[in-house]
């Protein structure tokens, strides 16, 4: 079984559900995903700030099925982990929100697996996943890809950690994710999450970039990331458009290659809001 780990509130549905359609519609593999997503409620912080809900998760299960009987979606909420962990902290505040930060809790679920991709919501396959999940990770804590615009301005190894494949066996053994847990408590940082796995890591293995694409699409993209980017017409400029905004899609990137994706995804997303499920 193949193991995905998504990290959420309730407004990552869309992203986790346009990822995991392109999973399953780029795939060349029978073998069945297991999908955890870590939520939690810290609505006293944002009124949005509030858990994927179980209708969300009633929903993705249904939709995993309809593909393979054997997948698994399973919600896990991290809330007391965060509190006793993170409330308060110097980055609670982080430049995304404090829902990056669960990533680090990982090697705190029991039985969670030994290997696990952590994927950010805001990513398709272009490629099948198994070009990336079935990568060796043995020896190293993790493997990941440049980050785009990090590699030129803070190191040419800096890491997107939007894609991540642990190695959870290694990382319990070198204290990767304590490390990072301190750091997140100890220090301000620009990038939070991102910079404290950076800053903790033992071994990574480095990845071409076409393993995690942040700004192209290039025919060996295996995933493009639709992270923030930026634009230089018709006047510099960042931009943050979502695959699940596909008219954005189609008229700014000028992409069809996700279109068999993104009208599946507008189908469905009909039909949940309609509550049919």
């Not at 070009?131 to 997107?160: C, F, Q, S, T």
């Not at 800053?199 to 060996?220: A, E, I, V, W």
Request: overall charge neutral.
């Amino acid at each position: 079984m193949k193991n995905i780990l998504f990290c959420g509130n309730i407004k990552v549905f869309d992203g986790m559900l346009t990822c995991m359609l392109s999973i399953f519609m780029r795939t060349k593999s029978e073998e069945p995903y297991h999908f955890y997503i870590f939520t939690m409620d810290v609505s006293h912080l944002r009124e949005d700030y509030v858990p994927v809900s179980d209708e969300q998760i009633r929903f993705l299960q249904e939709i995993a099925e309809s593909y393979n009987k054997e997948n698994i979606v399973e919600k896990i909420d991290v809330t007391k982990i965060y509190e006793e962990e993170f409330a308060s902290c110097p980055n609670e505040g982080a430049y995304c929100s404090p829902y990056t930060l669960l990533r680090l809790f990982a090697d705190k679920i029991p039985d969670i697996s030994d290997k696990l991709l952590y994927l950010d919501a805001d990513i398709l396959f272009n490629r099948e996943p198994e070009l990336l999940y079935d990568i060796d990770v043995n020896g190293y804590e993790y493997a990941a890809a440049r980050d785009h615009y990090g590699k030129y301005l803070i190191n040419p190894n800096y890491i997107n950690a939007g894609v991540l494949l642990f190695n959870m066996a290694e990382i319990k053994k070198t204290g990767l994710f304590e490390k990072a847990r301190t750091l997140i408590k100890t220090k301000k940082l620009m990038f939070a999450d991102q910079d404290a796995v950076y800053h903790s890591t033992t071994k990574k293995k480095m990845l071409p970039q076409k393993y995690n694409d942040q700004k192209f699409l290039h025919r060996s993209t295996i995933i493009r990331h639709f992270s923030k980017r930026l634009f230089y017409l018709p006047y510099p400029h960042t931009d943050n458009i979502k695959q699940w905004d596909v008219s954005r899609i189609h008229r700014v990137f000028r992409y069809d290659q996700f279109d068999d994706i993104l009208f599946e995804y507008i189908y469905l997303k009909k039909k949940f809001l309609k509550g049919g499920y």
